[in-house]
C-alpha cells in the first residue's frame, strides 16, 4: 500500500487537504485499487495540510492493510 500524503491545492488562498492511498497487486504491478479522503478541511500552510492527511492516511492504511 502507499499513501500520497498531501496535495494541498491551493483555491483562493484556501489551502485544502486531501489524501491518496493506492495499493497494487505486486511489486511494480499495476493500481488494483486506490482510495480518496475527500476533502479533510482547509489550512492556512501546507505544513498543517499535510499533518491532516497524515492523520487521516496512517489510520486508514493501519485498518486497511492486508
Known sequence: M???YASPLDEGG???AR???SRRA????DTVE???SGDLG?????????EATQ??????CDANSA
Open 2 to 4: 502507499r499513501a500520497e
Open 42 to 50: 482547509d489550512y492556512p500552510s501546507d505544513a498543517d495540510a499535510i
Open 55 to 60: 492523520r487521516w492516511a496512517i489510520p486508514w
Open 26 to 29: 505486486s511489486v511494480g504491478g
Open 19 to 21: 489524501a491518496k492511498i
Open 34 to 36: 486506490v482510495n480518496w
Open 14 to 16: 484556501d489551502l485544502y
